[in-house]
């Protein structure tokens, strides 16, 4: 069997969750492409799955409790964790990620996670009030601080009847996690940030202001990001492409929601920021859907500044990504307005972009930028939007190296 997780060493932690039945499914597929997988269940794990049949799955002994592991002849936990080449979790419950954020140690699974400097990725997936709740939003940012990977969770309707974030990403997108976390080249072990797409900004419940940016760019530029081994976090608006496999995908529609991912997201190596994100929100957008006014008067919609996420994170005096690089979207004298926003914005780079619609750029498939650092000015022949990734992830990686 080929491929990048052929002989890898998979320790799957089971958490208690009802999408633990969904794990099954997912040890199926890292064995089919080559893995080996020894399984941990939580004791609230066993209430979901059956240690027999998870066992079965995995072809391999199933370990669940502290006193498993007593019989030092067969594995003690230290060696347990060590001799995985990954440890994931899934699902990770609100209550386990609250344990591995605290580094507590009181049964088998997180004993496991503590004991070890084994590369970590977890599966969350829990009820969307307790996903959204800030002690685990504080738990997940702890966690990514301390190098944790994460996928998902998605978006969707629950077992519990809600509907929302929470549900654990699928088994194929996990598979896709894990193989980024063996991913080699020059960005391995470097976490970049990446904001992509439009953003919304709502009038009232069913309107909003937006506008033309697809997220092509910035998509292709996580997967080339991903190809040289980066980790890449990636935060996005409502955009028309796909997201990247391989990428921790943080969606958002707003530049405020933006801006609070994009905090969350840090600290990164580098971060770039290709969002399209809009300058003005509605201040007075409606709770209710807007009616017409009987004498035909348009409503009055007021506007906000918003945030500027890109100069906000270029400004940081403490946690600054290394690397800060921005877009400029122009439509005249574009290497003199790029060459100022670069100043003004204070990031190290600005991509700058001809957006007037002759060109076809905002939502075709070719770009054509200058890129525009302390040295000077340096335009690219116009070419793919996935050839311009390249290109920069290249010139990224160099500058990290
Ligand atoms: N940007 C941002 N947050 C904003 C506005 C822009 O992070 N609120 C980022 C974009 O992602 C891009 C860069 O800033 O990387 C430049 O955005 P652009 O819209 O071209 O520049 P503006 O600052 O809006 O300047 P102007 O509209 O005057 O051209």
Redo the contacts with the bound molecule.
Sequence with gaps: MDGMLAQKKILLIIGGGIAAYKSLDLIRRLRERGCSVTPVLTKAATEFVTPLSVSALAGAKVYTYLFDLTDEAEMGHIQLSRSADLIVVAPATADLMAKMAQGRADDLASTLLLATDTPVLVAPSMNVRMWDHPATQRNLAVLRGDGVGVVGPNEGDMACGEYGPGRMAEPLEIVTAVEAQFRAGPLAGRHVLV?SGPTHEPIDPVRYIANRSSGAQGTALAEALLALGARVSFVTGPALVPPPMGAEVIRVET?LQMQQAVEAALPADAAV?????A?WRVENSSVEKIKKDAKGAAPALRFAE?????AAVAQRAEGRPRLVV?????TETVVA?ATA?RLR?GCDWIVANDVSPATGIMGGAENAVTVIDADGAETWPRMSKADVARKLADRIAKALA
């Design positions: 904001t530049a920021f290709a969002a399209a994100v300058d918003n945030p500027d996420i890109l921005g877009f400029a979207a122009e307005h926003k914005k």
